[in-house]
């Protein structure tokens, strides 16, 4: 089945207590993207990768860290979390190089920093 | 700069009913493309249709109809005969040719439709 996966689906930490939030993708697409949603504000773009080894900001990337050593991979790091990035985060695909076809969503990691 | 704006944050409307959902966007560029996603109760993001900015061509699936308007920078989403399984939220996004890699979305509209 094609899909996107992310783990942990919900994670509670402590301030300051380095964690990884992993993505995987079983349909060999080139892009991939994380974003955060929090109420009122929609989905924002974190990182997004339109390639191995090819990464770049979004739009909210501070405190976050992304790698793409391999095309199916796409972790997310936390290195010293916050309260304020308690929030709802969607890992994506797409098959293209760029997000300008559909964008397929893992289910969602809801993460709270204590 | 890609922007885009869904000004109605709720909107609550009982069975069968038409609802039309607004999406306005903002983009310098000529090429661009635009979505509407679904996010029912349970949480996943749903794609519904995609948009290139060289296609004003409106479209129906279903009860669902698009209507892209390039002179009112507007793309917004209809059901006709609303259904409660339409209850979501639903997000407009745009991705432009100069923001390679960038995907902007909407603050998203929270449809509730009632039996």
């Known amino acids: 089945e094609a899909q996107v996966t992310q783990n942990p689906r919900y994670l509670i930490t402590v301030t300051g207590k380095k964690l990884t939030v992993t993505c995987s993708q079983n349909?060999?697409?080139?892009?991939m993207s994380w974003y955060r949603q929090d109420p009122g504000l929609g989905l924002r773009q974190i990182y997004y990768?339109?390639?191995?080894?090819?990464?770049d900001k979004g739009d909210v990337p501070e405190g976050y860290k992304v790698s793409r050593k391999e095309k199916r991979n796409f972790p997310l790091i936390l290195e010293s979390p916050s309260p304020n990035q308690t929030s709802l985060y969607f890992c994506?695909?797409?098959?293209?190089?760029?997000?300008?076809?559909?964008?397929?969503f893992g289910p969602g990691t809801r993460l709270t920093v204590l | 700069a890609q922007k885009v704006t869904q000004a109605q944050t709720e909107i609550s409307v009982v069975e069968k009913e038409d609802v039309t959902l607004d999406c306005v966007y903002e983009?310098?560029?000529?090429?661009?493309?635009l979505f509407w996603y679904k996010q029912p109760p349970s949480g996943e993001l749903v794609f519904l249709i995609r948009?290139?900015?060289?296609?004003?061509q409106n479209e129906i699936s279903g009860r669902y109809s698009w209507n892209f308007q390039k002179s009112t920078s507007s793309f917004n989403f209809t059901i006709t005969a609303s259904q409660v399984v339409d209850s979501a939220v639903y997000f407009c996004?745009?991705?432009?040719?100069?923001?390679?890699?960038?995907?902007?979305f909407g603050d998203g509209t929270t449809l509730t439709v009632k039996p």
């Open positions: 990768s339109m390639n191995v080894e090819v990464t």
């Open positions: 996004a745009l991705s432009d040719r100069s923001n390679a890699g960038k995907s902007t």
């Open positions: 983009t310098r560029d000529t090429t661009y493309y």
């Open positions: 948009r290139n900015s060289f296609d004003e």
């Open positions: 349909m060999n697409h080139e892009y």
């Open positions: 994506a695909s797409s098959s293209a190089g760029t997000p300008y076809n559909e964008q397929f």
